[in-house]
Nanobody
Framework: VQLQASGGGLVQAGVSLRLSCAASGRTFSSYAMGWFRQAPGKEREFVAAITWSDASAVYADSVKGRFTISRVNAKNTVYLQMSSLKPEDTAVYYC???????????????????WGQGTLVTVSS
């Protein structure tokens, strides 16, 4: 699986931005998809993940209620809709794919086998 993230940019606090991650391969629906981010000088952290449908999405507490993850399996694409952006959301955002497996939380980097190249989101105050 190859992943290509896009949609990052420089925005002001309070606005919305949507990231996209396009995946190659015919078995996209067999993977859970996640978004992680890494701020300057910090470790990469979990943001959101989704398994088969929007009903099975999970979020980090820091973004819950502001970010929404979704996927369109027919387009092999996962989205991260970010609203009410804050300066502390500034980071490189990475999408990742994890083979679906029982018992996974999909919050851990080690659960993901494939990673995209990242897209930079900068939120100014």
């Amino acid at each position: 699986v190859q992943l290509q993230a896009s949609g990052g940019g420089l925005v002001q606090a309070g606005v919305s931005l949507r990231l996209s991650c396009a995946a190659s391969g015919r078995t996209f629906s067999s993977y859970a998809m996640g978004w992680f981010r890494q701020a300057p000088g910090k470790e990469r952290e979990f943001v959101a993940a989704i398994t088969w449908s929007d009903a099975s999405a999970v979020y980090a507490d820091s973004v819950k209620g502001r970010f929404t993850i979704s996927r369109v399996n027919a387009k092999n694409t996962v989205y991260l809709q970010m609203s009410s952006l804050k300066p502390e959301d500034t980071a490189v955002y990475y999408c990742a794919a994890s083979p679906l497996a029982y018992g996974r939380s999909y919050r851990l980097m080690d659960e993901y086998a494939y990673w995209g190249q990242g897209t930079l989101v900068t939120v100014s105050s």
